[in-house]
């Protein structure tokens, strides 16, 4: 990786590329750090503190903007969601199916509406979270220009935001979207390993020193190897073309295979879980109630804040409605993004086929029965890796931002750009190849 870089930072456009992601990213970090006017921001920050905690993985994606209610709040949250949603949408309505393969065009059209609903599902996020603060009595203007402040606020710097990534992806290195989730989650990682110092390592005895700082560092370390895993994990499923006379020639023949990633859907499915989970509390504030009794322990349980708490067993009810949740969008996800009768039907009318399994519906089973079972070893490796964290903060009290649906995006998006770096430096040695 770092050759890669080095010999990278000896091209003039890759080096402005790389200038230029940095810049964004430093502007990233300073409208992080400007609160929204009209708001009690000591306040809410304490609120959000103590209701979603201080690393949630929606403080984690946002670099923590969204515990201190800065401009950029909302972050490419709405931008994220907008996305899934049209994605998800292409498969269902015909229309948006016939732009998905309407070329660059189809395109274009396709990721114009999506800006479009990220502006509408901030707007709508803003104004929730407007409601929200006044029912807590956190908002420091009046009337409904106040609200209007807020809220236009909040969507200008995630519509800001979401641009600044489409300028990254177009002027920069990398996907901007996942760049600015990257930043944003490592911006916190300081602070983070000097909390877990001072909680378990800082005022101890030699031994219990050492024995903190490696126990640290191995869960690190095996978190980072599981995420590894997850990320490269392929299962490859062989294909034979059948050979044909084209002319004088024999052509065909030759051998490939599907790729088939063990993690199909990404982490998708924990950021949907996430938000399931997320949507009672939300509720609740909105209206400005709070359950009692054997509800208000089931509520609590929602919250990953008592997952594997001692002192709170309800929320045991959370980490199985989580799992089951994780393992449904898991499989929908894949359900949607990848069709076996589709790729059944291409390889039959290219000619290929399986080794030992025959054209048409019997391979489209074949896939169908290897996918259930990627999907499900890549579901189970997805929830111990978002587990792990959460695990050690209930256990532990070890709290910090880069859980293992961090770390999932960290590796994503540091490995994707590189690729892309790669891919640029060789398609530069053969534009100066061809020039020669």
Partial sequence: MFKTLSNALKVKEIRNGLLFTLFIMIVIRLGSLIPVPGLDTVRVSQYLQDTMGDNGFLNSITGGSFSQMAIFALGVTPYITSSIIIQLLTIAIPALEELSKDGEDGRKKLNTITRYTTILLAIIEGIGLTIGFDRGGYLTVDGMLGYLLIVFTLTAGSTFVMWLGEKVTVYGVGNGISIILLINIVSRMPA???????????????????????????????????????????????????????????????????????????????????????????????????????????????????????????????VIFYILLVLFFAYFYTSVTFNPMEIANNLKRGGGFIPGIRPGKPTQDYLNKILNFIVFIGALFLIIVALI???????????????????????????????????????RNYSGFLND
Avoid at 394 to 416: C, E, H, K, Q, Y
Avoid at 419 to 427: G, N, R, Y
């Fill in 192 to 318: 983070d390993f000097y909390s877990l110092y001072v909680l378990f390592v800082k005022g101890k005895d030699l031994v219990q020193m050492i024995i903190a700082a490696a126990v640290i560092v191995l869960v690190v370390i095996a978190t980072v190897v599981l995420v590894v895993l997850l990320q490269d994990g392929v299962r490859k499923i062989p294909v034979q073309y059948a050979q044909k006379v084209q002319g004088r020639k024999m052509v065909g023949g030759q051998g490939s295979h599907i790729p088939l990633k063990v993690n199909t859907s990404g982490v998708i499915p924990i950021i949907f879980a996430s938000s399931i989970l997320s949507v009672p509390q939300i509720v609740m504030n909105l209206f400005g109630k709070q359950p009692t009794g054997v509800w208000a322990s089931i509520f609590n349980g929602m919250n990953q804040n008592y997952w594997f708490n001692p002192d709170h067993p309800w929320g045991s009810v959370g």
């Fill in 389 to 427: 964290p959460i695990f050690f903060s209930g256990m532990f009290n070890a709290n910090v931002s880069f859980g293992g649906t961090s770390l999932i995006i960290i590796v994503g998006v540091v490995v994707d750009t590189i690729k892309q770096i790669e891919s640029k430096m060789i398609v």
